[in-house]
């Protein structure tokens, strides 16, 4: 395909498939967002443009990466930290992605046994069952899916969020003043740092994903364009939640799922159907992190493929089940910060270096 067509359905499931893999089960019930930006009052919207902007360029440019390295072997982080640091990063992250789904895990069981009243190693055997069927499929398939259930969780999640909006209007701009009535717990207290911050926990979590998903685009600017409209789209949905989370402060600054107890105050079925959208946002989450692990040990569709993903889907069913969900989740996630910010670091710093020396290249041929 020319480089100068763009094939706008491609762009479409790239952004889809970006919006579902972010789009995980913290996100699904408000407290991400209730911590980093609603946390701050109205300011909290500057943070989320912060995170637009550094989320868009860091997710657009791995995408583009990954679609420039696709034919090359190797390791595409040695690309930003040489050989050694590329593949000691690589590795890290497979350990670190693997934690994440036996969180995920454990977060499904948690799910079945709070609203269905299931014991715990149901919910946490389906989801693996789910996970470990998606793996066995291509890369290609993993996007597709992806892509169709985004729209699912954006457009429910949004509804919830709106209608929470206008039916409580008359808090619209006495918030500030509600907020200071009640604690809410900050992510960090510095509303610039927040949008930071959430940006590469993004980005951690995403850059694997992204780098393998660039290889599905047919040109460099369908993957550029996926991931800037992912991003856009991504921030507007998380704009609207943390609104919405700003305006019901009063209610919901002590809930655990927030967005959850807003559904379930409409009526007791949205609360039902919220379950199923936290499990989506598990899968869609999960089964890409579990993807990309299993990927590092050897190619998709392969014999050693297979057998790696049953033992570990094995294990990490095993973490999930025994390992408490809250403690996985404080000991886990404090990390994913540290690993994202020096990624950012060191591909800010690697563009810049590009486009000095190309142009110094421009003047020398002058």
């Not at 597709?144 to 985004?150: E, G, N």
């Not at 808090?171 to 509303?191: H, I, R």
Request: proline share 2%; with cysteine; net charge positive.
């Amino acid at each position: 395909m020319s480089e100068k067509t763009i094939n706008w359905k491609r762009v479409f499931i790239l952004a889809g498939a970006l919006c579902a893999y972010l789009i995980g089960s913290a996100t699904a019930t408000g407290q991400e967002s209730m911590q980093f930006f609603t946390a701050h009052g109205y300011i909290g919207i500057a943070s989320i443009i912060v995170t637009l902007l550094i989320f868009g360029w860091a997710a657009s440019s791995l995408i583009v990466i990954g679609n420039e390295t696709k034919n090359l072997e190797g390791n595409v982080y040695q690309y930003f930290l040489g050989k050694f640091f590329g593949k000691v990063f690589e590795w890290f992250v497979t350990l670190f992605l693997f934690a994440l789904t036996v969180t995920l895990i454990s977060g499904s069981g948690t799910i079945f046994a709070d609203f269905y009243g299931v014991n715990k190693l149901v919910g946490a055997g389906v989801m693996v069952v789910l996970i470990y069927i998606t793996v066995l499929l291509s890369l290609q398939k993993l996007v597709d899916i992806l892509s169709f259930i985004a729209p699912i969780l954006i457009i429910f999640t949004s509804i919830i969020s709106i209608i929470s909006i206008f039916n409580n209007l008359d808090n619209l701009f006495v918030a500030e003043q509600l907020m200071n009535e009640v604690k809410v717990v900050k992510a960090v207290d510095s509303w610039l740092l927040s949008g930071i911050l959430y940006a590469a926990l993004g980005i951690t979590v995403a850059a694997p994903f992204l780098i393998k998903m660039g290889s599905t685009a047919q040109s460099r600017r369908e993957a550029l364009l996926g991931g800037l409209l992912g991003a856009l789209i991504y921030s507007i949905t998380i704009s609207i939640i943390s609104f919405a989370l700003l305006i019901n402060i009063k209610d919901i600054f002590d809930k655990e799922t927030p967005l959850v107890y807003l559904a379930e105050g409409f009526h007791p079925i949205f609360g039902l159907v919220f379950s199923f959208i936290l499990l989506a946002g598990i899968y869609t989450t999960g089964a890409p992190m579990f993807w990309y692990v299993c990927n590092s040990f050897g190619a998709e569709r392969t014999t050693k493929y297979r057998v790696i993903s049953l033992v570990l889907i094995f294990i990490a069913f095993l973490g999930g089940l025994f390992l408490p969900f809250g403690k996985l989740v404080g000991t886990i996630f404090p990390l994913t910060g540290v690993l994202g910010l020096i990624l950012l670091i060191v591909m800010a710093y690697k563009q810049i270096r590009l486009k000095v020396k190309t142009k110094q290249l421009e003047k020398k041929a002058m």
